[in-house]
């Protein structure tokens, strides 16, 4: 099994600075991407920013220039650094990884969710 741990959310006031962390442990072959998903209350939920293994890394229109995605592929993790956070932020965050437990076959796996809250 694969699991994803999460951390970092919270309240913050409008113009503050939070960062997400998230790390993957199980049997874990290989991962081909890391990013970061939101979904807001009434709201489907949408991706955030994700990086892949080759490091490319891609965002939302809505986060471009403010919130910055890094990955650590020694430890399985990746980060979400979320400065100048707006009210329109305010979301559950959720850490996703795809990956392989095996030679065939590719999965996607999900965190619990992280509460990040902006008050304006």
């Known amino acids: 099994q694969v699991q994803l741990v999460e951390s970092g959310g919270g309240l913050v006031q409008a113009g503050g600075s939070l960062r997400l962390s998230c790390a993957a442990s199980?049997?874990?072959?290989?991962?081909?991407?890391m990013g970061w998903y939101r979904q807001a209350p009434g709201k489907q939920r949408e991706l955030v920013a994700i990086v892949t293994s080759g490091s490319t890394a891609n965002y939302a229109d809505s986060v471009k220039g403010r919130f910055t995605i890094s990955r650590d592929n020694a430890k399985n993790a990746v980060y979400l650094q979320m400065n100048s956070l707006k009210p329109e932020d305010t979301a559950v965050y959720y850490c996703?990884?795809?990956?392989?437990?095996?030679?065939?076959?590719?999965?996607?796996?999900w965190g619990q969710g992280t509460q990040v809250t902006v008050s304006s």
């Open positions: 199980g049997n874990i072959f290989s991962i081909s991407a």
């Open positions: 996703y990884t795809r990956g392989r437990i095996g030679p065939i076959g590719e999965y996607q796996w």
